[in-house]
């Protein structure tokens, strides 16, 4: 990804082309990871959608072109926090609460996405974020620790909490870590 830096000042500078290149190739890990923080896939099509008109409108001043995939996920998590600020306030003003039913899937002891994605839903915020983003979406640790907006110390020790939750949630279920 060392295009990157090329791709954003070519679309700072107004191509077209080079906009329509940087949305093909960080498209997919944008919506992956609103996918998985917000679990439905209608909702993580709105949510990318949200993000990329915000990128749209602060790419011209994004000083470090090379920095842009962190500055992409920054945006991408409070696109989907404020998202999950506005549901929390009107679940509350409703009076209404949401309960997640996951059906379980046995096929013989094999690990399924939709398990997977089930295990990481039970997951915390703060936890699920952070193996998203460093597994999922492969950014090394000192970018996930800016798009967090915390030490790369606080990652780490949130990576090996949320990899013991998902391994014990896991084995909850039945399954083998």
Known sequence: MGNDGLLVVRCQLGEREAFRELVAM????????VRGMVGSPHLA????QEAWVAVVRGLPRLRQPERFAPWLFTIARRTVTDHLRQTYK???TAMEEATTVVAEDELSGVLTTMQIEAGLAALPLLEREVLILFHLEDLPLAS?????GVP???VKSRLYRARRMLRDHLAEKGYEA
């Open 144 to 148: 996930c620790a800016e798009v967090l």
């Open 152 to 154: 790369a110390g606080t």
């Open 26 to 33: 960080w498209h997919p890990p944008l919506w992956r990871y």
């Open 45 to 48: 099509d709105d949510l990318a």
């Open 90 to 92: 009107a679940a509350e």
